[in-house]
Nanobody, 125 residues
Framework: QLQASGGGLVQAGDSLRLSCAASGRAFRSYDMGWFRQAPGKEREFVAA????????RYEDSVKGRFTISRDNAKNTVYLQMNNLKLEDTAIYYC????????????????????WGQGTQVTVSS
């Protein structure tokens, strides 16, 4: 089970940190990702991190502004979002993808096995 939190209403240029807490003992077996879905749009990839935190991948529009990290001791993945823009407004979902070991980080919705409930991020001008 994945529980996302940390969303809120902020102004453009502000920062937020999202958290996603996972239950269970197998957290280290999963690559973790963040996706977002804006009203009327499809869910899209934002960022992902490998099971050991050694590799990350970002969607182009968030590179340099967002940072994904994880703490396997706490079964938690984070998304630090800086310099937020109006177009970052969306519901943000964390997701988990079970991997056998080394695997290429995936960026499509269908490749993730488990999903959290989402947390709303609203950026105002």
């Amino acid at each position: 089970q994945l529980q996302a939190s940390g969303g809120g209403l902020v102004q453009a240029g502000d920062s937020l940190r999202l958290s996603c807490a996972a239950s269970g003992r197998a957290f280290r077996s999963y690559d973790m990702g963040w996706f977002r879905q804006a009203p009327g749009k499809e869910r899209e990839f934002v960022a992902a991190i490998s099971w050991n935190g050694g590799r990350t991948r970002y969607e182009d529009s968030v590179k340099g502004r967002f940072t994904i990290s994880r703490d396997n001791a706490k079964n938690t993945v984070y998304l630090q979002m800086n310099n937020l823009k109006l177009e970052d407004t969306a519901i943000y979902y964390c997701a988990a993808r079970q991997v056998p070991g080394y695997a290429e980080i995936r960026t499509t919705v269908s490749e993730y096995d488990y999903w959290g409930q989402g947390t709303q991020v609203t950026v105002s001008s």
